[in-house]
């Protein structure tokens, strides 16, 4: 394998991340469980990751991010499975579902209106 071959798997791989891209490949598939992993993690890990991923966003009012955030995570609970792999749906799909339910009800009662 060249290393143009390595650095085209490598971006592929981290583009499948993205929200909305579908894996066509196993290594995808795993890549985008992997980056999910953190949903599945006990309250307090989870909680503390949220913190840190609303930290990344300081452009945003408190009210933009829970809107943002509470439409992303209410699609990610609307999918069969948020887990593409039965590896990682095993570990982490109940936890995770009931960290994100828990979570966007704690967003909701941040937002405009509610």
């Given amino acids: 394998m060249t290393n143009r071959q390595r ?3 490598v971006e ?6 993205r929200f909305g891209e579908v894996p066509r490949r196993d290594d995808e598939a795993y890549m985008a469980d992997i980056d ?7 309250w307090g890990q ?3 990751d ?9 452009d ?8 943002q955030q ?10 069969e499975t948020l887990y593409r792999t039965k590896f990682f749906r095993s570990l982490y799909e109940d936890v995770a579902r009931a960290n994100i339910a ?5 967003l909701g009662a941040t937002e405009p209106g509610q």
């Fill in 7 to 9: 650095l085209d798997d």
């Fill in 12 to 17: 592929r791989l981290i583009l499948v991340t």
């Fill in 36 to 42: 999910y992993s953190s949903f599945g993690l006990p």
């Fill in 46 to 48: 989870f909680y503390a």
């Fill in 50 to 58: 949220s913190l840190a991923v609303r930290a990344e966003r300081p």
């Fill in 60 to 67: 945003l009012s408190d009210e933009q991010f829970a809107g």
């Fill in 70 to 79: 509470s439409r992303f995570l209410a699609h990610l609970l609307d999918r």
């Fill in 102 to 106: 828990r979570y966007v009800r704690m």
